[in-house]
């Protein structure tokens, strides 16, 4: 008796057992500094002194900073234009490119190319192109008769400017996403359609694109992700700047840990980060999935 | 009466490749219930395709009501196809499904509304329209295609293999529906199968092609009882006809037509006794019953002759034991054909 009870819980210990390694990268690794960043941020704390518990204070100043609040308007209007445009791009391309043609074979390769390059080398390439003197964009605005734009270090088209740079980085990866999803579908749905005298728009918006929505749905969160952790390219080409125009959650967060030494501050925006990550995803899901459809 | 569907010289490849399909004419008239029936690969689906116009012909001319369809896009060719895996649009409900022909053909919302109600009365499924496919069986997403393609009131509805992946019971069942379904909409049905029985069961006529060829047309009565060759011979009936070599037969004095290289005859006319009659009005030989099948109504033998083996089917309810027997077939029962597989008729 006293055996079989022995054995039983050898038999109920071993899952625990086998999953244990990938739990403690787990916990060091996930829960530990998130555990951490949030009680970091009700502290002040300069990372050599003392550490001073200041309970909400870090997130009531952060709060009423208006700093604060043109980083998040930055931050949303930069997540929803790059992801809006790589979407939009990706998809076209995507539709354009889908048949596996020698040429399109081809063009699927180098498209992904901005993908594997990165964002470092990439920043530094379009530094040099949105050059307001001597860069390769307003060489060719002049050429067609348009006056020269100061890209970088205009607060109107800044943020734009990194916009284009992550848009052109991601509409490959997502393309290649699209065209599988879209090789996926069976032919015999399009053939369908035909005989249903489906023109082609309305195939592409009927069938297309609801046989490919759970890729699409995929692909926006982890657009919606990336583009909120964007930083390289923020701190190679604006630095936030000018006046902060560029300046997003990241960057920001990045300034107060690192420049400044406020680490309470900045976990503070941390938290704001991963909660306002967390939101989107449930709301995403939330509102999303119903209106997707799944094999 | 002019054929409502009918191929000139249609020649079919596949670039590069040698063609699937060398040089076909058929001629399929209104209101038939025309059967491609044939093995695999004998180009049976590619033939309907290209009635259709998912697919191009390489060469000929498909003609419907007599107009050349050469450059007629397949939704405006009045057909409506069903295919082999039903090919419902798996994000509609099967409203929309139904529905969504009839809106790309502008038909009025009143008038949706009401062929829908209509077809799906008929074919029983009033109840599942707000649902999805993935909600419904095999059988009931059949039904659907048939509804999408019923809902159009095409003046030919093209159906590829569309029984081949539901259960014996409900393709029997649904067979006898679309028999139904035919009598009451009296249009012409294009139906591709490589079943002998589906064909036999609903065609009025049944088109047999082999490797692009057309083997034999005609009724199923005629298309059974008087096969010109031995293909036809040996695809149509379950089990198929015994093909003997004329030069299996031994001395015995056999009065057979010239030029006669196999003779053949249906399992279903094979006579078995314990010893040969006195009155021989047939061939006879002697054979073992290797196997035996009890079929319900009939039992299925199978008899080992000297060198070659062949199927009895022998409607009685008495069953002959493993053993040495004498097999007779009536002289009228038998078929001859020539060197080239061709029937003679004597």
């Known amino acids: 008796m006293a055996n079989i009870t022995k054995r039983k819980v050898g038999s109920r210990l071993k899952p625990y057992a086998l999953i244990t390694p990938a739990m403690i990268i787990f916990i060091l690794f996930f829960i530990y500094p998130i555990v951490y960043m949030v009680y970091l941020s009700f502290f002040k704390w300069n990372m050599i ?8 204070n870090n997130y009531t100043s952060m709060f009423a900073n208006s700093e604060f609040w043109v980083v998040m308007k930055n931050t949303f209007f930069f997540m929803i234009l790059s992801v809006g445009l790589v979407i939009l791009f990706s998809m076209l391309m995507a539709v354009y490119l889908h048949k596996n043609t020698k040429i399109n074979n081809l063009l699927q390769s180098v498209i992904f190319a901005p993908y594997i390059i990165s964002f470092v080398s990439i920043s530094f390439i379009f530094l040099w192109m949105f050059e307001p003197d001597y860069g390769l964009f307003n060489y060719f605005l002049e050429r067609i008769g348009i006056s020269s734009v100061r890209w970088l270090q205009n607060t109107n088209t800044a943020m734009i400017s990194l916009v284009m740079v992550s848009v052109w980085k991601g509409v490959g990866y997502n393309t290649l996403i699209i065209i599988s999803a879209i090789q996926k579908i069976p032919s ?5 359609a035909e005989l249903d005298r489906s023109n082609k728009a309305k195939t592409f918006f009927k069938i297309t694109i609801p046989m490919i929505s759970p890729t699409m749905f995929f692909l926006v969160l982890v657009n919606l ?12 080409m604006t630095l936030g700047g000018p006046a902060n125009s560029t300046k997003t959650l990241v960057y920001y967060l990045y300034e107060y840990g690192f420049s400044f030494y406020k680490i309470g501050y900045a976990s503070a925006v941390g938290v704001v980060l991963m909660v306002l990550i967390g939101v989107l995803t449930v709301i995403y899901f939330k509102v999303l999935s119903k209106k997707v459809y799944y094999h | 009466m002019t054929p409502k569907i009918e191929l000139k010289g249609i020649k079919k490849s596949y670039d590069g490749n040698p063609p699937v399909i060398e040089n076909l004419s058929m001629k399929i008239m209104p209101e038939s219930f025309t059967v491609l029936l044939g093995p695999s690969g004998c180009g049976k689906s590619t033939t309907l395709r290209m009635i259709a116009g998912l697919e191009q012909e390489t060469g000929g001319t498909i003609f419907i009501d007599g107009k050349d369809m050469k450059h007629v896009e397949p939704g405006e060719r009045n057909i409506a196809m069903v295919f082999q895996n039903y090919a419902l649009y798996p994000t509609m409900t099967i409203r929309e499904n ?25 074919l029983g499924l009033s109840e599942y329209l707000s649902r999805k496919p993935a909600k419904l069986s095999g059988g009931q997403r059949q039904r659907v295609a048939l509804a999408r393609a019923m809902v159009k009131k095409p003046a030919v509805f093209l159906m590829d293999e ?7 019971k409900l393709r029997n069942q649904i067979r006898g529906e679309l028999i139904e379904l035919h009598k009451r909409l009296k249009t012409t049905f294009v139906f591709v ?11 009025t006529d049944i088109i047999l092609l082999n490797e692009g060829k057309i083997m034999q047309e005609g009724s199923p009565i005629e298309i059974y009882h008087n096969p010109q060759n031995i293909f036809t011979a040996k695809f149509i009936g379950n089990p ?3 093909i003997l070599k004329l030069s299996d037969f031994s001395s015995e004095a056999l009065i057979v037509p010239e030029k006669t290289a196999y003779i053949g005859f249906r ?8 010893s040969l009659p006195e009155n021989r009005e047939g061939i006879t030989f002697k054979g073992e019953i290797v196997t035996h099948e009890m079929l319900g109504s009939e039992i299925l033998y199978r008899i080992q002759l000297e060198n070659e083996s062949i199927n009895a089917k022998i409607y009685s309810s008495k069953m002959t034991d493993y053993s040495q027997i004498s097999v007779m077939v009536p002289h009228e029962k038998l078929y001859y054909f020539d060197t080239h597989e061709n029937r003679i008729f004597s």
Not at chain 2, 101 to 121: A, C, T
């Open chain 1, 49 to 56: 002194g003392d550490m001073k518990f200041i309970g909400l």
């Open chain 1, 188 to 192: 015999y749905l399009f053939e369908a």
């Open chain 1, 225 to 236: 992700i990336t583009s909120l952790k964007t930083f390289e390219t923020i701190q190679l």
């Open chain 2, 98 to 122: 139904i529905e969504f022909g009839l809106k790309n053909m502008k038909v009025e919302k009143n008038e949706r509304f009401e062929r829908i109600k209509q077809v799906s009365e008929i």
């Open chain 2, 162 to 168: 569309p029984l081949s992946n539901l259960d014996a």
């Open chain 2, 193 to 203: 199968t490589h079943d002998q029985t589906e064909a036999m069961s609903m065609a």
């Open chain 2, 240 to 242: 198929p006809m015994n």
């Open chain 2, 267 to 274: 399992p279903e006319n094979v006579v078995i006794a314990e």
